[in-house]
């Protein structure tokens, strides 16, 4: 079965920093494509950023320039660089894996059980 379990969630003040860990479990690690989602209350859950099998990357608007996201596929794991945070980075942050193959993503998606972020003085 697969696992995915992220940690590094927390209370950090605006302008502060926080790194994300999401460990996969079960899965070919290296030709997934993995992201980072996040829901506040009240809203629908949204791309933050994702890192293909390849390297390639993309970031919500709201975000470039202060995430980063990254993999390390010796150890199966996908981190998420948060800088410059802002109250409105406020969420549950989720992981997600799903199968690359030729550039489209297909198969099951996987979610982590989320972590919390919360931003504030």
């Known amino acids: 079965q697969v696992h995915l379990v992220e940690s590094g969630g927390g209370l950090v003040q605006p302008g502060g920093s926080l790194r994300l860990s999401c460990a996969a479990s079960e899965i070919i690690f290296s030709i997934y494509h993995m992201g980072w989602y996040r829901q506040a209350p009240g809203k629908q859950r949204e791309l933050v950023a994702a890192i293909s099998s390849s390297l390639r990357t993309n970031y919500a608007d709201s975000v470039k320039g202060r995430f980063t996201i990254s993999r390390d596929n010796a150890n199966d794991t996908v981190y998420l660089q948060m800088n410059s945070l802002k109250p409105e980075d406020t969420a549950v942050y989720y992981c997600?894996?799903?199968?690359?193959?030729?550039?489209?993503?297909?198969?099951?998606?996987?979610w982590g059980q989320g972590t919390q972020v919360t931003v504030s003085s």
């Open positions: 997600n894996a799903q199968r690359d193959y030729n550039g489209l993503r297909i198969g099951t998606a996987y």
